[in-house]
Nanobody
Framework: QVQLVESGGGLVQAGGSLRLSCSAS????????MGWYRQAPGKQRELVAH???????NYADSLKGRFTISRDNAKNTVYLQMNSLKPEDTAVYYC????????????WGQGTQVTVSS
């Protein structure tokens, strides 16, 4: 099993920045890609970005240029740098990890709230 713990959420004014962190522990050897999804009130969970262990990244088109995902494999941690935040970025942000044995996204963090005020 793999445990994911997010941190770094909070309240920020529009135009501000936040950096989220997600640390993985447990059976780290099982995971490859890690990423972030978000869920706003009344909406479905949506992809924000993900990154492979080799550093290849993929972003939601609407977030390219404002959000940057990165990863420190030595620390088993993935980061999400969010700049120029907008009120519509308000959501619970969830970290996830892809299990190479189950061949699916198998692990999720508890979520961290990001609130952007106008």
């Amino acid at each position: 099993q793999v445990q994911l713990v997010e941190s770094g959420g909070g309240l920020v004014q529009a135009g501000g920045s936040l950096r989220l962190s997600c640390s993985a522990s447990g059976s780290i050897f099982r995971i490859n890609a890690m990423g972030w999804y978000r869920q706003a009130p009344g909406k479905q969970r949506e992809l924000v970005a993900h990154i492979t262990s080799g550093g290849s990244t993929n972003y939601a088109d609407s977030l390219k240029g404002r959000f940057t995902i990165s990863r420190d494999n030595a620390k088993n941690t993935v980061y999400l740098q969010m700049n120029s935040l907008k009120p519509e970025d308000t959501a619970v942000y969830y970290c996830n990890a892809y299990d190479t044995i189950q061949i699916k996204i198998a692990y999720w963090g508890q979520g961290t709230q990001v609130t952007v005020s106008s």
